[in-house]
């Protein structure tokens, strides 16, 4: 365990509640105020958990016949969602109906088709944010320290996009701050949560880092509680950490084979980190958890996205999370 990072429940892992079965590679998930929970699913689609217990799944096809690969998803206010498109050598954000129909929503930016893509999230001021993580292809070319190239575009309420913020060290998800002032962004091989001030029209301020990681810790999604702290999601370590707003981080959660991780953290030092080095953790329960949603009505139930299981792992915390802009959508 990092000494910057102390174990702050030492029992947490044994209060993990599984909800759900069957998921394929439940990367993204998002709560809703009704009780349900959807998740990216690669079966190609969007899977439903309703609070009875059941299970829903909206699949879907690109328009040429190729394969749905939903990385972040947005729930939007009619019931679609956005589709964040992570494909082997296709990327750009899509928007599935829940009948399973499939239609382009943005897949250039400045007539540049864009790579496989990471995450998308819409705000309460009409905006969409999307995220691609690297440039290169195969995208684990990017799991090093020296690579830079992620980016964040923003499509504003009129469907404009532009590129504002580019050079980040693995772009993962992004999440606007309670306050309205900053956009808040992982950059998982950077090993650090970074944050630009937000101005009204949309552009960014100049980068600044709220926290860096050290060994074994890749933050992948992040989510703000209502004390004003950012709840961060590790791939690999399958930490879930608590970010104050000064950028002291506290791990709550932690599930991981210390030789592991340092076989992790020797081939990403030496650039060496592959895609095996992601998908042969080693674990008691946790599957590369990867992204977090509050849900209950209390929202201080955390249900923890998750790339390698098939059902969405759950925690009690000890306060609630910001309700999402989508928290009262269908």
């Not at 210390?258 to 990403?268: G, M, N, P």
């Not at 008691?284 to 958890?289: A, F, M, P, T, V």
Request: with cysteine.
């Amino acid at each position: 365990m990092d000494a910057l990072l102390p174990s702050r429940t030492a029992n947490a892992l044994d209060e993990v509640v599984e909800l759900g079965a069957g998921l394929v590679r439940p990367e993204c998930v998002l709560a809703t105020m009704a009780g349900d929970l959807y998740s990216a699913d690669w079966r190609g689609g969007v899977a439903r958990l309703r609070p009875d217990g059941s299970q829903a799944l909206y699949l879907g096809s690109l328009p040429d016949g190729g394969a749905l690969r939903p990385n972040g998803i947005a729930l939007l206010a009619d019931g679609s969602f956005l589709v964040a498109q992570l494909g082997a050598d296709d990327g750009g954000v899509y928007r599935l109906q829940r009948d399973g129909s499939v239609t382009p929503w943005l897949l250039a930016v400045d007539g540049e088709a864009l790579p496989p893509t990471n995450f998308v999230v819409q705000d309460s001021a009409g905006r969409t944010w999307v995220t691609v993580s690297t440039r290169h292809q195969p995208r684990a070319l990017a799991y090093r320290p020296d690579v830079a190239d992620g980016f964040i575009v923003c499509v504003d309420a009129r469907g404009r996009a532009a590129v504002v913020a580019d050079g980040l060290g693995y772009a993962n998800e992004v999440a606007l701050h309670p306050s309205g002032q900053w956009l808040y962004v992982n950059e998982t091989f950077a090993r650090r949560l970074s944050r630009f001030a937000l101005r009204a029209d949309g552009s960014l301020g100049v980068r600044e880092t709220v926290t860096s990681f050290g060994a074994g810790t890749f933050p992948d999604g992040l989510a703000f509680d209502e004390a004003g702290h950012v709840w961060v999601v590790s791939i690999v370590s399958n930490r879930l950490i608590r970010v104050t707003p000064d950028g002291e981080p506290t791990v709550w959660l932690e599930d991981a084979d210390a030789q592991h991780l340092d076989e992790v953290a020797l081939a990403f030092e030496q650039h060496r980190m592959d895609r095996p080095h992601l998908d042969n953790i080693r674990s008691r329960r946790l599957k590369n958890i990867s992204s977090i949603a509050f849900t209950g009505a209390d929202r201080r139930t955390a249900v923890l996205g998750c790339l390698l299981g098939d059902s969405l792992p759950t925690l009690r915390l000890p306060v609630p999370g910001v309700a999402p802009h989508h928290w009262t959508h269908p």
